[in-house]
């Protein structure tokens, strides 16, 4: 039993540890898709200006778990705080998603990158962990996390999202390699630090996104993205207070390489929906637990179509402990919150069956 938890069944799932029901909570949980986050959102007078405002964080961490009986809650940032904090100059432009003033385009810059002090920086973020805890009073478990390194490199090379795969990211894989690997060793480094200090600040759990890694060439993804993955779960406290820290690893589109993300001694692999989750625990057997596989457009049907999809999933996945119910991606902004009550309801009783001795 981790101490003094009111609901431990999210950590549990995750050390394959026996359950009453299924745990479930939602990539994205809070954001635009609820009224009360586009209030706070506007009193705070942007996202990121939300994001560095702990007092605001923790009011957006909670508001989902006020609406629906979730079984953790994440801290409220983005997985781009670290990159702004080592000076790329992060900004959104309305309507378009995040960009950075400074992307890494010349060989001088990216030689003069150095991994920021998550106590300096990045203190907000810190601040949010131990205040949001503090709320939270033990209701549920807090998830930390970070973008992998290949996923922010992506971003602080391309300089914004992409909708073709980042040309320049690739080609500077593919050119110089030798540059996107010294990206990708500072940027380890300072997300080792980023997640240890959240573990510090009572992080109990945390998830590593790496939302790109599934574009690369099996080859490519052991070299740029598994591989820094792997780096990071060997140098994060796992223990703190005598409580096990899980360590979560989501790479989407990675589930033809579910055997290998396993290898790098990770508790959890998430899962994006296009996997079959009962050949997906079939292949990584009793060596990590899985989280996912829900469409979450699939959150836009009806609730009964919602509950049968459910019940797929659950039965897919099978028998005992190891799943942590949730989206393959994050949930859209054009959500009706109706439809997560259904969501979250069908996982708790219909997961029941699957968990009696
Ligand atoms: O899951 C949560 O509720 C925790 C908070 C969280 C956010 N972003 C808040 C956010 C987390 C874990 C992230 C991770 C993140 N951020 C990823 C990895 C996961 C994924 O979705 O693939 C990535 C790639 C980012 C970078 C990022 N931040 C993008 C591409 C965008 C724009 C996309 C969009 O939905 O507009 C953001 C902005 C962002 N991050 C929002 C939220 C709630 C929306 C901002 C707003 O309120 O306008």
Known sequence: MTTNLKNDRFLRALLRQPVDKTPVWLMRQAGRYLPEYCATRKTAGSFLQLCKNPALATEVT??????????????????????DAMGLGLYFAEGEGPKFERPLRHEKDILNLAAPDPEGELKYVMDAVREIRRALDGRVPLIGFTGSPFTLACYMVEGEGSGDGFPTTKTMLYNRPDLLHHILKVTTKAVTNYLNAQIDAGAQAVQIFDTWGGMLSLDAYRKFSLSYMAEIVAGLKRNKDGNVIPVIVFTKGGGQWLEEIAAIGCDAIGLDWTVDI????????????????????????????????????????????????????????????????????????????????
């Not at 909670?62 to 990159?83: G, K, M, Y």
């Not at 457009?297 to 019940?311: D, M, Q, Y």
């Not at 190891?322 to 949930?331: E, K, M, P, Q």
């Open 278 to 357: 009962a050949s997906a625990r079939a292949r990584v057997g009793d060596k990590v637990a899985l989280q996912g596989n829900f469409d979450p457009l699939a959150l836009f049907a009806e609730p009964a179509a919602i509950r049968s999809e459910v019940g797929r999933i659950l039965t897919g996945f099978g028998q005992g402990s190891g799943h942590v119910f949730n989206l393959g991606h994050g949930i859209s902004q054009h959500t009706n919150p109706e439809h997560v009550v259904a969501l979250v309801e069908a996982v708790h009783e219909l997961s029941q069956p699957f968990h009696q001795a």
């Open 62 to 83: 909670l508001q989902p778990l006020e609406r629906f009986p979730l079984d953790a809650a994440i801290l409220f940032s983005d997985i781009l705080t670290v990159p």
